[in-house]
């Protein structure tokens, strides 16, 4: 078993719709990292989260520490969010990442 | 600013060859950096962590070796490739506080092994 779990695997939506991404941890953890990696494999740090919830724009990502489980929402989506989107966790010196979730946003 | 570079982006080489690639960081000091790996398919594996110049701790038993010569700059290195050591290498930065900084991911080099 994995100690990230991610869900959706593949995710496809329309222009607009309201996206949520969920990853499941079983360790405990110091801090939980959302990246966002791009078809051409750049990857860029969205937000790192230790408890409660951040906005940054049209993204919103929410971590419950007693449930060990993070939630990364887009709102009003847009075809250039179109990305694979990754959690991360961090214990000690150890990273955790899921195997992503691959988001496709359609006109 | 900071930055963070990469080189070379894109890579093939022969079983058995060596490998060398470097990932250098500006407007910062004292950096933690990270190696990661992206296998074709699979998630991202973290393979070095640095805290510091000459300081490199390995978290997968592999064919691969890094070595941090200077404060920004970190040496990804293979003696003799593997087929299973093709992928997508990234180059990452952060604080000192480790993981639970934010990081700031270079690049990648994409490397073939044939």
């Known amino acids: 078993k994995n100690e990230v779990e991610q869900s959706p695997q593949n995710l496809t939506a329309q222009e607009g719709e309201f996206i949520t991404i969920n990853c499941s941890y079983s360790?405990?953890?110091?801090?939980l990292h959302w990246l966002q990696q791009h078809p051409g494999g750049g990857i860029v740090s969205l937000f790192m989260?230790?408890?409660g919830k951040k906005k940054h724009g049209r993204l919103i990502a929410t971590i419950n520490i007693q449930e060990k489980h993070s939630s990364l929402h887009i709102t009003a989506s847009h075809p250039r969010d179109s990305a694979v989107y990754i959690c991360a966790v961090v214990t000690g010196n150890q990273f955790y990442f899921g195997t992503g979730t691959s988001l496709t946003v359609i006109p | 600013s900071q930055t963070i570079h990469q080189w070379p982006a894109t890579l093939v080489q022969p079983v058995g060859s060596p490998l060398s690639l470097e990932c250098t960081v500006e407007g910062t000091s004292n950096p933690n950096l990270y190696w990661y790996r992206q296998a074709a398919g699979r998630g991202l594996q973290l393979l070095f962590y640095?805290?510091?110049?000459?300081?490199i701790s390995s978290e997968v038993p592999q064919n691969l070796s890094a070595s941090r010569p200077q404060d920004r700059q970190f040496i990804l290195s293979s003696k003799k490739l593997l087929l299973s050591d093709s992928g997508f290498y990234l180059c990452?930065?952060?604080?000192?506080?480790?993981?639970?900084?934010?990081?700031?991911f270079g690049p990648g080099t994409r490397l073939t092994v044939l």
């Open positions: 640095s805290v510091g110049i000459g300081q």
């Open positions: 990452a930065w952060s604080g000192p506080s480790g993981g639970a900084n934010e990081q700031f």
């Open positions: 360790v405990g953890i110091s801090a």
């Open positions: 989260l230790s408890s």
